[in-house]
């Protein structure tokens, strides 16, 4: 099946741009979605189709994908930024199935 | 749109997990509707889903334990896991998904399975 690579964490002062990477094998070639997910709470999705967002999440939250891999951009990053940060894509390579990838975790120094 | 879901937070090994969630404040067609786990302090594993007119997929590895139903009249839709084990432990939230991607999610249920 379908994996996707994120590092575990990722870590930026306040005011600062995160950049958190979902890597996989021609990834470019689908539509990449990310979700914010903060402690206790139920994931949320920020970014769909690799750049549109949701109404609602702030235009400081963007994406791009391209070759092997999707990134997930937060620019000016706040407090409330901090949070576990999973991408998705839906992988028609064998079964069809929703992938995941292992999640980032944005600490805001 | 809002999803409320419910079900038993407490198995033992070999029992069936049963969920259930309820779409509030719009239409059940034209989107596909998942459960997804997350194991505690791990990452989120896509269990599987049904369409508006019945029509269900589900994860290779879960496939031969997991039934997926939507009740269309009562605008909710299940979730039963089969022969469970203390692997299956996990929070599960049910979903809505447009297309690709996963748009709005549920609160989450914690079931633990333990002897």
């Known amino acids: 099946s379908y994996v996707l690579t994120q590092p575990p964490s990722v870590s930026v002062a306040p005011g600062q741009t995160a950049r958190i990477t979902c890597g996989g094998n021609?990834?470019?070639?689908?539509?990449v979605h990310w979700h914010q997910q903060k402690p206790g709470q139920a994931p949320v999705l920020v970014v769909y189709?690799?750049?549109n967002r949701p109404s609602g999440i702030p235009e400081r939250f963007s994406g791009s994908n391209s070759g092997n891999t999707a990134t997930l951009t937060i620019s000016r990053v706040e407090a409330g930024d901090e949070a576990d940060y999973f991408c998705?894509?839906?992988?028609?390579?064998?079964?069809?199935?929703?992938?995941f990838g292992g999640g980032t975790k944005l600490t805001v120094l | 749109v809002q999803l409320q879901q419910w079900g038993a937070g407490l198995l033992k090994p070999s029992e069936t997990l049963s969920l259930t969630c309820a779409v509030y404040?719009?239409?059940?067609?034209?989107?596909?509707y998942s459960w997804i786990r997350q194991i505690p302090g791990k990452g989120l594993e896509w269990i599987g889903e049904?369409?508006?007119?019945?029509?269900?997929r589900y994860l290779s590895s879960l496939k031969s334990r997991a039934t997926i139903s939507i009740d269309t009249s009562m605008n909710q839709f299940s979730l039963k896991l089969h022969s469970v084990t203390a692997a299956d432990t996990a929070i599960y939230y049910c979903?809505?998904?447009?297309?690709?991607?996963?748009?709005?999610w549920g609160q989450g249920t914690a079931v633990a399975v333990s002897s």
């Open positions: 979903a809505r998904s447009y297309d690709d991607y996963i748009l709005s």
């Open positions: 404040g719009g239409s059940l067609s034209g989107y596909y």
């Open positions: 049904v369409n508006y007119d019945g029509s269900s």
């Open positions: 021609n990834v470019g070639s689908k539509s």
């Open positions: 189709e690799d750049i």
């Open positions: 998705q894509v839906w992988d028609t390579s064998g079964d069809h199935q929703r992938v």
